[in-house]
C-alpha cells in the first residue's frame, strides 16, 4: 500500500491511502483506526491488518482527490537519522574513504517536508546541494536486531532528498547545521509498505534538476544495505516506529562537479525511486521575512535598517 500525510480542507493534517480513484482519508473510513501514519504505525500488526479491507471497501464519503496537498509522510519521527558516503562513487568524489562503520549523523523535524512543497535557498549561501537517497520508515520496535531479521522491523520505503548547504557542512567537523535548514529534508509522496517494494537493494535511484539526470544509480551499490544500517543502529539505540533512516546518496552530487552545480531559485528537483516514487519540490530564495528584520529602540520596524541590514 502507498500511505501518505495529507492536508485536509480545514487545514489539518490527516492519515491517507492512495487508492483507485484519490486517496482515502483513513480515520474518516474507519474510526478505530488512527487518523495520524505515526500512530497507525504503532498499532499492533493485528490492528495494521484491518487498514487493507478499509481500503477496499473504501467509502466514498471518506475519498479525497489524489491532488490533495502532500505533506512529510511521517510529520513528527522521534529520530531521523542520515547515513553519509554509503555509496563508493559519492565517497570517491568527495575524496573521502569507503566508510568501515556507517557515518550516521542526524537531521531534524524542522527539515521535513512534502512531495510539491518549495524547498529554500537561504539568505547565507549559494552552495546549494541535492542528494537523492531511499529513506526507510521503522514500522516494529527494533533493539539489537540482527540483520537477518532486521528488515521485518521496516514498515517501508521513501524517496528522500538530503539537501545540504556544503559550505555550512563543511565549515567544521559536524556536519549537523549544514545539513538542518528548514525544509532541507523532502520526502514522499509516499510511504510506501515493504510489502510493495519488495527486495530494497534492487532499485534503480535517479535525480533530475529541470528534466537533466544528475545522479542515477542503484542501490544494490550500497555500502552497508537497509539491513546492516537497523542491525548496526539498534546496537546502539531503540529504534521506535516513525523514525526514518535515510542510507545515503550515489554520486553526482553538485559540489563534486567542475565548476560546483548548486541549486537556484525556480529550478524543479525530482528524486524518483522505482517502486517508491518521484518526489517533486521548487527551490526558492527565502524571502525577507519580518522575523529577521531588526528592531529599533522603540520596538518599531526600523524599514531603512532591514533593506541596509539584510544582503547575502
Ligand atoms: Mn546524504
Request: with cysteine; proline share 7%; net charge negative.
Amino acid at each position: 500500500m502507498r500511505l501518505l500525510t495529507f492536508e485536509n480542507a480545514a487545514g489539518g493534517a490527516r492519515f491517507g491511502v492512495e487508492i483507485e480513484g484519490g486517496v482515502l482519508d483513513v480515520g474518516l473510513a474507519d474510526p478505530s483506526l488512527p487518523d495520524d501514519l505515526m500512530a497507525f504505525l504503532a498499532l499492533p500488526d493485528a490492528d495494521k491488518a484491518k487498514l487493507a479491507a478499509v481500503a477496499s471497501l473504501a467509502p466514498s464519503t471518506a475519498l479525497v482527490p489524489s491532488g490533495v496537498r502532500r505533506l512529510p509522510p511521517v510529520p513528527r519521527p522521534g529520530k531521523i537519522l542520515c547515513v553519509g558516503v554509503n555509496y563508493r562513487a559519492h565517497a570517491g568524489e568527495m575524496n573521502a574513504q569507503a566508510p568501515v562503520a556507517p557515518e550516521v549523523f542526524a537531521k531534524f523535524a524542522n527539515t521535513l517536508v512534502g512531495d510539491g512543497a518549495d524547498v529554500i535557498l537561504p539568505h547565507q549561501s549559494q552552495a546549494f546541494d541535492y542528494e537523492a537517497e531511499l529513506a526507510l520508515v521503522i514500522g516494529r520496535r527494533a533493539r539489537h536486531v540482527p540483520k537477518a531479521s532486521a528488515l521485518a522491523h521496516v514498515a517501508g520505503y521513501m524517496a528522500f532528498n538530503d539537501l545540504t548547504i556544503r559550505d555550512v557542512q563543511m565549515r567544521t567537523m559536524q556536519w549537523t547545521l549544514g545539513k538542518n535548514f528548514d525544509t532541507h529534508g523532502p520526502c514522499g509522496p509516499n510511504l510506501v509498505t515493504a510489502d510493495e517494494v519488495g527486495d530494497p537493494q534492487s532499485l534503480d535511484i535517479r535525480l533530475t534538476v529541470d528534466g537533466e539526470v544528475l545522479q542515477a544509480s542503484n542501490t544494490s551499490r550500497m555500502i552497508f544495505d537497509c539491513a546492516d544500517l537497523v542491525s548496526l543502529i539498534s546496537q546502539i539505540m531503540t529504534l521506535e516506529p516513525g523514525d526514518i533512516i535515510a542510507t545515503g546518496t550515489p554520486g553526482g552530487v553538485g559540489a563534486a562537479r567542475r565548476p560546483p552545480r548548486w541549486l537556484k531559485p525556480g529550478e524543479v528537483v525530482r528524486v524518483e525511486v522505482d517502486r517508491v516514487g518521484v518526489l517533486t519540490n521548487t527551490v526558492r530564495a527565502e524571502p525577507l521575512t519580518r522575523d529577521a528584520e531588526p528592531r529599533s529602540k522603540t520596538g518599531h520596524h526600523d524599514q531603512a535598517a532591514t533593506v541596509a541590514g539584510v544582503g547575502r
